[in-house]
């Protein structure tokens, strides 16, 4: 083990209206023994007061791409959620002096992801209680983003140890008790991990890992202006991590006609039809399945 892990960070409300993470973030400030460990401290943090006051994803951009280190140290950025990067980097720490080890960010989706690990980097220590997570919990599945570095504009990118949590398929503004003790007991999970890990006492994780690197974003398909011309197939929606085959279809316009995805391999989408990600003109993201060894020791 290269390091002791001396503080670890729980955020929710990186969007205001994922409440998943809000209101498990609120229980662990009302029970903080909850999260407390013996050999490290945990701090919670309710990242975007002000649109979870509202009830709002955000107030003027998204915080969750509010973190660029090119942003944060431009003066000429101060719209809300710029000055809010700033107080949650002044909290956290930055990406070159850190005040956390390990980052917890608490997400929810529309999209029929179950439980999603999507690590801040692809890290031996992130890799490796990843795959811990997804062997004593089968359901949970781990991402790779197509940007899975400390670069990203991603709150959980001011650590490259920790990721982000999602868990869906879950509207907005909506508790699913399902999802949320599900969550909260992978977040149980991740604290033992890290306390048996510090006491040099590693818990046993398997060789090998199934990842999903994403590869490839799709819009839907729009006219000029921007308008919808078609939504999600039905035989493709609530399908996030089922294999797309090339030729299968994943759109069906307003006149009826399916249109097909043209790739030349199997893919598996994920964050299908996600409800935020029509302003970000994503209508899924694609990835590659994969098998990696892991390193034998962190």
């Known amino acids: 083990m290269s390091k002791l892990i001396r503080r670890v960070a729980i955020v929710g409300g990186t969007h205001g209206n994922e409440w998943t993470g809000v209101y498990l973030v609120k229980k662990f400030q009302q029970f903080p023994a909850l999260t407390t460990r013996?050999?490290?401290?945990?701090?919670?943090?309710?990242?975007?007061?002000?649109?979870?006051?509202?009830?709002?994803?955000y107030i003027d951009q998204d915080l969750n791409r509010s973190f660029a280190s090119e942003d944060l140290l431009n003066p000429k950025l101060i719209n809300y959620e710029n000055q809010r990067a700033r107080d949650i980097v002044a909290q956290l720490g930055s990406r070159d002096q850190p005040q956390v080890d390990v980052i917890i960010d608490l997400h929810s989706t529309t999209s029929n992801m179950g439980l999603t690990i999507l690590p801040s980097t692809p890290d031996p220590f992130n890799l490796r209680l990843s795959a811990y997570l997804s062997q004593i919990y089968p359901d949970v599945r781990v991402a790779l983003g197509m940007n899975c570095t400390q670069d990203a504009p991603l709150l959980r990118s001011l650590s490259?140890?920790?990721f982000?949590?999602?868990?869906?398929?879950?509207?907005?503004?909506?508790?699913?008790?399902?999802?949320?003790?599900?969550?909260?007991?992978?977040?149980?999970?991740?604290?033992?991990?890290?306390e048996a890990l510090n006491q040099g006492k590693p818990l046993d994780v398997p060789p090998r890992l199934t990842l999903y690197?994403?590869?490839?974003?799709?819009?839907?398909?729009?006219?000029?202006?921007?308008?919808?011309?078609?939504?999600?197939?039905p035989d493709r929606q609530f399908k996030d991590y089922e294999p797309l085959q090339p030729d299968e279809p994943i759109f069906l316009t307003f006149a009826g006609e399916s249109i097909c995805y043209q790739g030349n391999?199997?893919?598996?989408?994920?964050?299908?039809?996600?409800?935020?990600?029509?302003?970000?003109?994503?209508a899924m993201i694609l990835t590659e399945k994969r098998e990696i060894e892991l390193d034998k020791e962190y």
Do not use: C, W
């Open 38 to 57: 013996s050999s490290f401290e945990t701090i919670t943090l309710l990242a975007n007061p002000k649109a979870i006051e509202l009830n709002r994803r």
């Open 213 to 233: 690197q994403a590869i490839e974003t799709i819009d839907y398909p729009r006219d000029a202006i921007g308008n919808l011309q078609a939504f999600i197939h």
């Open 265 to 282: 391999s199997t893919v598996f989408p994920i964050f299908i039809n996600e409800a935020a990600y029509y302003e970000k003109q994503i």
């Open 160 to 162: 490259p140890l920790g």
């Open 164 to 194: 982000t949590i999602e868990v869906g398929a879950v509207a907005q503004s909506v508790l699913n008790a399902d999802l949320f003790l599900k969550t909260e007991q992978l977040i149980y999970a991740v604290l033992d991990y890290i």
